[in-house]
């Protein structure tokens, strides 16, 4: 109950505790059954872990397609790879970001379609629903699915430590 309490205050009026929300989310789609759904505890997204330095995604992922800094925090350096963004602050990760383009995302060394009806079905039950999306926590990482108020569609999806929040 404290972490509840803890994050939606972090996170302010975008987390509630109900499912209603202004984001339509699907309820529809069935999430695997607790016995044999595969238990992420989202340690990795497409290989890369939210303890990584720049030195560690340089030896997993390579040498990025693009370098830059945040528009509006310079001190955030983002590495722009073909399959995610990986932006870092002080050499470490801040958030991982993959588009809703990518086909699809590794969670924990399991290939997953990008797709709102995919991830809700391997990830089950959100923990928290956002009025832009929905959030799994898995300890200290967080993986937020974004969707689109209007229609329902996923739009990306972020990983991130939860004292970014």
Known sequence: MKNIILI?????????????SDVSVRDDIPAHEPHTAVHFTLDSINGVT???????VLEKKGKP?????D???????IYEYAD????????MIEYVHISCD???????DHTVPVTLAALKSALGKPDFTAEDGIV???GKALLK??????????QSISYYHIAAV
């Open 102 to 108: 990518a086909d699809s995302i590794t969670l924990d």
């Open 50 to 56: 939210l303890y990584d330095d720049p030195t560690m």
């Open 65 to 69: 397609l693009r370098l830059s800094n």
């Open 136 to 138: 799994y926590q898995r």
């Open 84 to 91: 995610m963004t990986i932006a870092f602050r002080d050499d």
């Open 145 to 154: 699915l974004f969707i689109d108020p209007a229609s329902g569609e996923l």
């Open 71 to 77: 528009i509006q925090f310079d001190e955030i350096e």
């Open 8 to 20: 939606g205050y972090l996170f302010g009026s975008l987390l509630v505790q109900s499912p209603a």
